[in-house]
């Protein structure tokens, strides 16, 4: 990978963590709030089906998380399994493309 | 030999970061069938402290992460270490909130 | 109430090797300096390390002192334990007992461009360069660098990324960065953007936390990553 494509993960890397700062702020605020009102799992779903800002909300939840984790493992993956070169960032593709397809899967069933 | 605490905040950074890598797939997938299923398993305890222990590495890793941004993009010299105080307290923060909401 | 005598592990040997212990006598206001030199003049002369100023001035004296790289001139017996093992600096090949090869670590130094290239000709007038400038700060904090390699031996991304630049190199390269006067900036964002380069630095801070001369390097290298990625975003490298 050319110097550029890696000073390009870095800046990359940095937008989707404070994109995720901001999401997972909300959620987590989200999630304390309902599981303190002691809403329902139906209850929940009530309020979510239907709901295009929430939906729209989550699916930047998970473009950012889809960005964001496998710039991370990689360097763990080079670091500390020694793992480098095109194997290395094919593998991180798909786990990408894992977590976008399971993450929008998620999103659309809650939201949808 | 004992670190200093930029050192610790370096690694629970980096292993909440695996943990979260680890767990995100199969949060999204469960959270997908249980929406089309029932949601009782998730009231077992054992369930309840994974919930826990996921967001507290949500809540470190955040930590982590605005001490990393703060260090590379904020002017700085002598503060820092109380940057990996903030980002522990802020963990611990989270963590509690959470305990008392389960 | 401090023993007469003080039990010392050295390491002998190379990459393969073993902590070899030595009794010294024990004096006030001891160095490890010191008590290496002590052993070598009295009780084993095959015992090979360097040393220069023993004022804390040079840098040559830096060995790894109960597993942190320090300057042994400048560390005092009394502040490091009850126990004392002196090995020689980690994350660069030994070449005999203390004393290590420092090429790799000035061959990186010139890989990250750490040399001055000037715009200005004799024909041209002195440059004016306020020291009040923020760019001019950024430059002064770092430029007392004197090469000790403390810094490198204590960066864990160097001991797991032999490619990896180096907080020293990359700091002399921010300080370049930062000189006004100098007219290689684009060429020197190139050889350390990327995964050998400032990129590869995730703030573990332990340069900073070693240096003796209380310099910076990771905001060094954080100033190479916004200046990198300034660079990228307007299509300058």
């Known amino acids: ?112 | 030999m004992k670190q200093h605490s930029s050192y610790w905040a370096f690694v629970v950074h980096r292993v909440s970061g695996i943990a979260l890598a680890a767990f995100l797939p199969l949060h999204f997938w469960t959270l997908a069938d249980a929406v089309n299923g029932s949601l009782a398993w998730t009231e077992q305890p054992l369930a309840k402290l994974g919930e826990w222990l996921i967001v507290v590495a949500l809540a470190a890793h955040l930590g982590g992460g605005l001490r990393v941004l703060a260090l590379e993009f904020l002017p700085w010299r002598d503060w820092q270490k109380s940057l990996a105080a903030a980002a522990a307290g802020l963990t611990v923060g989270v963590g509690l909130a959470l305990a008392l909401a389960l | 109430m401090a023993s007469e005598r003080l039990k010392v592990a050295v390491w002998r040997g190379a990459a393969s090797g073993a902590f070899r212990d030595y009794e010294v006598p024990r004096h006030p206001s001891q160095t490890v300096l010191d008590v290496v030199t002590h052993i070598q003049r009295h009780l084993d002369p095959t015992l090979a390390y360097r040393y220069a100023c023993r004022v804390g001035m040079c840098g040559s004296c830096a060995m790894t002192v109960n597993g942190v790289p320090r300057w042994t001139c400048r560390t005092h017996v009394d502040k490091v334990g009850e126990t004392l093992e002196i090995g020689p600096l980690r994350n660069l090949p030994v070449i005999r007992d203390l004393v290590v090869d420092m090429r790799e670590f000035f061959d990186k130094w010139a890989r990250a461009k750490g040399e001055f290239r000037g715009r200005a000709t004799k024909q041209d007038d002195f440059a004016r360069i306020s020291p009040l400038s923020e760019d001019r700060k950024q430059a002064d904090a770092g430029i007392e660098c004197i090469g000790c390699g403390v810094c490198y031996a204590a960066c864990d991304v160097v001991k797991w990324s032999p490619d990896y630049l180096g907080p020293a190199a990359l700091n002399r390269a921010w300080t370049l960065v930062s000189d006004a006067r100098d007219g290689a900036t684009i060429e020197r964002l190139r050889a350390v953007a990327g995964d050998a380069g400032c990129h590869a630095c995730h703030s573990h801070v332990s340069c900073t936390e070693r240096c003796p001369k209380r310099l910076s390097p990771t905001a060094g290298i954080a100033g190479l990553k916004r200046a990198v990625a300034r660079a990228v975003l307007r299509g300058e490298l």
Request: include cysteine.
């Open chain 1, 1 to 112: 990978m050319s110097y550029k494509a890696q000073a390009a993960l870095w800046i990359a890397q940095r937008a989707s963590a404070a994109v995720l700062a901001a999401c997972v702020a909300v959620h987590l605020v989200t999630i304390v709030y309902a599981v303190r009102g002691g809403l329902s799992a139906d209850e929940i779903l009530a309020r979510t089906r239907g709901n295009a800002a929430w939906l729209a909300f989550y699916s930047l939840f998970v473009l950012a998380a889809t960005v964001h984790a496998p710039i991370g493992l990689r360097s763990v993956l080079g670091e500390w399994l020694r793992w480098r070169g095109r194997s290395r960032d094919l593998a991180l593709l798909l786990f990408a493309m894992l977590l976008a397809w399971s993450g929008m899967r998620a999103v659309l069933a809650v939201f949808a």
